[in-house]
């Protein structure tokens, strides 16, 4: 049968659910994929829809998106929604109108289920991690990369990486991060805490005056950079109140980075806790810092517990792993759009051959199904996308670095040019843009 041509709809191509979907796009060779931003897709959907016209399917990675979107595609194009979790149900319940459901794991299978949702519209799809990419490195080599990151040689070090505005109603549990770090400088003062992610300004500094000593990297720019950040952990916290995956335990485990985590998504289906990391009750900041202590001062059971780690992954999480699913998850929805539309869909027909997922793992944006004459446009306008989401967070100096990528993209496009413009010029400079703009147009019509 010719490829399934599949639109995927992450928040950003830039951040984790960019990277799942270009995961999905690598090891699905039966797919024909494009990927585009959730804000991109509801602005094609607005003005031109005709570009969405070589879709047979759509999957929303980002469960915010096909908010605005499903009602448009209700009868268009069979839809698979994404639930990785919920803070607020309210903000997840349009998700259900999806022909599919996928979650990442059997906390938010049965949390859907209770909520009514039938079981055999849900497929469970486990996010994997590049185990060539996310792997130990040697003593030489980690203290050459300390060296490089600016972090101390041989003083434990405890990373913390997510985005601020993941951290709805306080899901990422950075205040019992806060509590928990404070307790095991008491014992501890020499630790240093290196938190990847924008917009957590105010909590470092807040760390710093109790006396942490703390290092942020707000973006890095590729996923492949963040594997030497990981090889200079001695733990990785997870603190959360509410996760789907994390990606970034699997990550830390991979890299031989033992884990303290709450019970939270697929942490209680991974963590063997004692042997290949530790679990915690939710909420609980003392024992976060009891056992960071007790694993920091017993260095030869950390290293063992590092190396478990990194077996479990190797076992049954590598990139790709759970990718074959895709299969049954695009069937249920295919079959489901056409018994509600009455539309006659492809039936999926995939040989093993084309389930296979050991292949080397080069991430890609692809745009298969757009016309070449409008990609370089829709790249420059996932650049000004993340741009605004950086500025937004008070990441500045990196929301350059993107606008300088949206020019390049697209030098020549008006609409680019426009949004740089409004976005960055002072505010002074664009009202008086805006006055002559506007006297011209009504002395125009005098």
Known sequence: MAKLRVLFVPDSIY?????????????SPWVSPTIISGPIVQRIAASRPFLLKNIDLVHFLCPYSSWQLLPFLHTRIPTVTTIHHVVDWEYEKHNLQGDALMTQSEEWVEDLVTRGVARDRIVKIQNGVDTNCFKPVSSAERIALRRKFNLPETDPVIGFFAKKSSDHNYRKGADIFESAILEVIKSIPNITVLIV??????????????????????FVKKVKDLAPIYACLDLYWITSRIEGGPVTLMEAMSSEVPCISTPVGLAKEIIQSGKNSILVNKEDSVAIAQNTVLLLQDPIRLKAMGRTARETILAKHSLGFSCPLLVDLYGIALKNFSDRTGQVMPKLEITRGELITKTTYLPKQHMEAIPHSYRSELFAEEDLLWMNSLKAAGERREAWY???????????????????????LPHGFSSIIRRIKNHRVFAGKS
């Not at 960019?18 to 090891?27: L, P, Q, R, S, Y």
């Open 15 to 27: 951040w984790v659910t960019g990277e799942i979907t270009k995961v999905f796009a690598h090891f």
């Open 197 to 218: 992610g924008p917009g957590w300004q105010e909590f470092i500094e807040r760390l710093q005056v109790k006396g942490v000593r703390v290092l942020n990297f707000p």
């Open 402 to 424: 993107f606008a300088i990528k949206a020019c390049l993209h697209a030098p020549f496009s008006l609409e680019v040019w426009r949004e740089l413009l409004r976005k960055n």
